[in-house]
Each structure stands twice: as C-alpha cells, then as structure tokens.
T-cell receptor, first 111, second 113 residues
Framework: DTEVTQTPKHLVMGMTNKKSLKCEQH?????MYWYKQKAKKPPELMFV???????INESVPSRFSPECPNSSLLNLHLHALQPEDSALYLC??????????FGPGTRLTVL | DAKTTQPPSMDCAEGRAANLPCNHSTISGNEYVYWYRQIHSQGPQYIIHGLKNNETNEMASLIITEDRKSSTLILPHATLRDTAVYYCIVRTFRDNYGQNFVFGPGTRLSVLP
C-alpha cells in the first residue's frame, strides 16, 4: 500500500456542526501533516505530527483540533467553523524528511 | 529558508521538453532545492530534489547552476498529463521529522496538444 487516503472526499457542514476529517497511511511513515489550500493558492501547513506527537502547530485556530491516535491514522476535528474555512484540506505523510506523500484531499464547504 | 521566484505560467508543446526555471538567489550552502507538482484536484506530488549536483530520476532532471542561485526542472518529453502547477521549494535538509515545506505560488505549466 503506497498511498495516503483521505475521507470524506467532500464535506458540507454548517457553522454549528462538528465533523471530522480522516487520513490514513500504511507505509510505515512516522510523520503526518495537515495542510489547508484555498482556491488557486499553494498549500499552507497547519499541523505536523512526528511519532504521534504534535510537533508543529502553525498558529491554527482552536476550532481545528488534530488528533493522531496511532502511527497510521490522523484526524482533524472541526467545530464551529466559519465560511472562510472552506478549502481543500490535504493530508501528507513522510518516511524521509524530504519527501512527503500527499493524499487527494477533502474539499470542505462551510455554509 | 530561502525564497524562490518562478514564472506564474508557461506553455509547452506535447512531446517537447518542458524547462521550468526557479530563481533562489539567497540560497545558503546547506539548503536543498525541491520540486513538487500539483495536478488539478489532486494533492502535491514529489518530483525531485538536489543540493548542487545535477539530478535525474524517472520523472525529471534537475539542473542547478554552479553558483546555486537558480535551477531548472526539465521534463524531457512533456505529455498532457504533465499539465500542473510546479512548485520550487528551497529549504535546509533536516534529518528529523516535524518539519515543513513552504509552498510559493509555483508555475502553472500547460502542455498543449
């Protein structure tokens, strides 16, 4: 298995909803990442987990809550989001520090 | 990490070589040049990276000038499937996890039939 999977592919939620994004990899990678990408913009890093511990939080608002239950799984819990949080959310993982493998992303729309 | 500048867009005829330039005039001695690409509606994909020697793999070649202030990614025989945004990233190699790539605006390459 040489890919990063993300579910769901699309998500529409209201501002009062609570939802979660899921990311999974079975390549034995020990670092996992969340990126946010707005339309026609490059990806922006949100969080990095290294050996299941949060190592980088790029000053992300608390309405985004990451979780790494084990080395293969990464979740992003969403609560009280704003319409401007609508974006493509990308997950990545890496074995070597210089090569990240990205999933296809979850396209999130906040109404 | 050093900043990079890339042309916002380029066209290339199918079957021809696509040469994508990247300027990184403030690069320091321990910084590597990385290339990723993002095909529409997909996650970014690693292509290649190098320090000062030219590099080649099954996807592309990376040519870094002797002063390391610029580099060129070469796709030797571009196909329609190579249409994507190409990101040049310069950063220090770190042997630990928990590090990030800062993506610039990139070059939107259109391969034309």
């Amino acid at each position: 298995d040489t890919e990063v999977t993300q579910t769901p592919k699309h998500l529409v939620m209201g501002m009062t909803n609570k939802k979660s994004l899921k990311c999974e990899q079975h390549m034995g990678h020990r670092a996992m990442y969340w990126y946010k990408q707005k339309a026609k913009k490059p990806p922006e890093l949100m969080f990095v987990y290294s050996y299941e511990k949060l190592s980088i939080n790029e000053s992300v608002p608390s309405r985004f809550s990451p979780e790494c239950p084990n080395s293969s799984l990464l979740n992003l819990h969403l609560h009280a989001l704003q319409p401007e949080d609508s974006a493509l959310y990308l997950c990545a993982s890496s074995l070597r520090p210089d090569e990240q493998f990205f999933g296809p992303g979850t396209r999130l729309t906040v109404l | 990490d050093a900043k990079t500048t890339q042309p916002p867009s380029m066209d290339c005829a199918e079957g021809r070589a696509a040469n994508l330039p990247c300027n990184h005039s403030t690069i320091s001695g321990n910084e590597y040049v990385y290339w990723y690409r993002q095909i529409h509606s997909q996650g970014p994909q690693y292509i290649i990276h190098g320090l000062k020697n030219n590099e080649t793999n099954e996807m592309a070649s990376l040519i870094i000038t002797e002063d390391r202030k610029s580099s060129t990614l070469i796709l030797p025989h571009a196909t329609l499937r190579d249409t994507a945004v190409y990101y040049c990233i310069v950063r220090t190699f770190r042997d630990n996890y928990g590090q990030n790539f800062v993506f610039g605006p990139g070059t939107r390459l259109s391969v034309l039939p």
